[in-house]
């Protein structure tokens, strides 16, 4: 158990739909990294925030924003759905803020999105 | 365009040493190679990381040249509970976004 927290565990829902994706990071890290994984391509960065501000930015679509709250948690939304957004999405947390530091990360259990 | 190459698959036995390599191309010249380990339906698990040289931890070491165009994780002595798939990660050159390799599944028989 990583102490990362992700709900739900699995979403299923229709094209064209919105849903939102939550995350608890492990207590103290200020570090939120959120990643899609689906078979095809593989772990993809899709956004990182630290203390509340957004720090990277990755392969992350229009379609798809986040934020993490003064409690640190962090919610990943996603709007107008697509089949292709059917993925694994994982959250993940640190301590460092990346950017010439550790990119150690602690890994949630992921939410696995399918679109139909 | 910043980018990591990595075999997609390794087949070793148990006992053995496995190294598994990893590609840079235009990565962040001052920062951090990282390594995970994934098991089915789990999130990446943290192994090692390293800027430059050799680090060595309880589990693995992880070998960097001066150019840091590839690296180099090395597993000691692998068991059956090390059959999973290994990532490379490292930031692009601005450091503003993060690079996962595909993955090298690595496959322990007895």
């Known amino acids: 158990d990583s102490g990362v927290t992700q709900t739900p565990k699995h979403l299923i829902t229709a094209t064209g739909q919105r849903v939102t994706l939550r995350c608890s990071p492990r207590?103290?890290?200020?570090?939120v990294y959120w990643y899609q994984q689906s078979l095809d391509q593989g772990l993809q960065f899709l956004i990182q925030?630290?203390?509340?501000?957004?720090?990277a930015k990755g392969n992350i679509l229009e379609r798809f924003s986040a934020q993490q709250f003064p409690d640190l948690h962090s919610e990943l939304n996603l709007s107008s759905l697509e089949l292709g957004d059917s993925a694994l999405y994982f959250c993940?947390?640190?301590?460092?803020?990346?950017?010439?530091?550790?990119?150690?990360?602690?890994f949630g259990p992921g939410t696995r999105l399918t679109v139909t | 365009l910043a980018k990591t190459t990595q075999p997609i698959s390794m087949d070793s036995y148990e006992g053995q040493e496995v190294n598994i390599t990893c590609s840079h191309n235009?990565?962040?010249?001052?920062?951090?190679i990282t390594w995970y380990q994934q098991f089915p339906s789990q999130g990446p698990r943290f192994i090692i990381q390293?800027?430059?040289t050799k680090v060595t931890n309880e589990v693995a070491s992880l070998f960097i040249p001066a150019d840091r165009k590839s690296s180099t994780l090395s597993l000691p002595r692998v068991s059956l509970s090390d059959t999973a798939v290994y990532y490379c990660?490292?930031?692009?050159?601005?450091?503003?976004?993060?690079?996962f390799g595909k993955g090298t599944t690595l496959s322990v028989s007895s």
């Open positions: 993940a947390s640190s301590p460092y803020s990346g950017q010439g530091r550790s990119y150690e990360q602690y």
């Open positions: 390293g800027y430059k």
């Open positions: 235009n990565i962040a010249t001052n920062d951090y």
């Open positions: 925030y630290y203390n509340g501000e957004e720090r």
């Open positions: 990660l490292a930031p692009n050159q601005a450091g503003t976004a993060l690079i």
């Open positions: 207590s103290g890290d200020l570090s």
